[in-house]
């Protein structure tokens, strides 16, 4: 599987300089992310996600990172640990990020592991299918939107960060419940939850469990947005074409 260099960053017409694009599943996560040089977009994950994203890149940006929560597949990752990708493997091979702007996140994030994402179309639940998915690729984390924000950066001309939080560690499985909780749109469907809950009582434990979790990423998650600064860290020079 072969693992391409990304692609130089663009301005937005003369000395202008264009936004960066925050891309994430969920509305709140794409809430942390806004600030200064920062665009968000987000959505859960599939073709969606896709097509809104393709058609912002038809506008000047200067680089796109995938940014928010990822389910744990290396089991030394806590909840609320940080992870840098260098690449993501996704069902269409694999993509390595820029590397220029992968050092400067690595600067500002030195708690940061640094590693490969594995990149889906579909929710990764079961212990069983997160160890498969760490031994297949050497992943350190999975998620459904970072080999979507590749793919689509790498065929724009534009490149590309990946910036995750775990949430939920390899160990432990995702109760149905909490994948009731997310809608295509990426917000909280608190209906959904209700409903599975009271068809499979039982999952209230590891529901109460991943809302701790959940706690800890998105403390995590706030204080990476807060270290990064204004541009989510890309070097305001880098790579600028003429």
């Not at 809430?31 to 987000?42: C, I, K, R, Y």
């Not at 990764?124 to 031994?135: I, S, Y």
């Not at 939080?165 to 209700?194: C, E, T």
């Amino acid at each position: 599987m072969t693992v391409n260099a990304a692609v130089p960053i663009f301005r937005d017409g003369p000395g202008a300089m264009a936004p960066v694009l925050v891309v994430s599943g969920m509305a709140f996560e794409a809430a942390l992310a806004a600030g200064p040089d920062v665009e968000t977009l987000h959505g859960f994950g599939g073709a969606r996600l896709a097509d809104r994203l393709g058609s912002r890149l038809r506008k000047p940006c200067r680089g796109v990172v995938s940014f928010g929560f990822a389910g744990g597949l290396d089991p030394a990752l806590r909840p609320g640990a940080v992870v840098i990708g260098d690449a993501v493997h996704g069902p269409d091979g694999g993509l390595a990020a820029d590397p220029a702007w992968t050092a400067a996140l690595l600067a500002a994030l030195p708690m940061a592991r640094r590693g490969v994402l594995a990149g889906v179309d579909l929710p990764v639940a079961t212990v069983a299918a997160k160890r498969a998915l760490h031994r297949r690729h050497g992943a350190l984390a999975v998620d459904m939107e970072s080999h979507l924000v590749a793919a689509l950066a790498r065929a724009h001309g534009v490149p590309f960060a990946l910036c995750r939080i775990v949430v939920d560690p390899a160990q432990r499985p995702v109760p149905a419940a909490a994948l009731a909780a997310v809608d295509a749109s990426g917000a909280v469907h608190v209906p959904g939850v209700l409903r599975a809950l009271a068809a499979h009582p039982l999952q209230l434990g590891a529901l109460l469990r991943l809302a701790a979790d959940a706690f800890a990423a998105r403390r995590a998650l706030r204080g990476v947005r807060q270290r990064v600064g204004a541009g989510f860290g890309l070097p305001r020079d880098a790579g600028l074409a003429g």
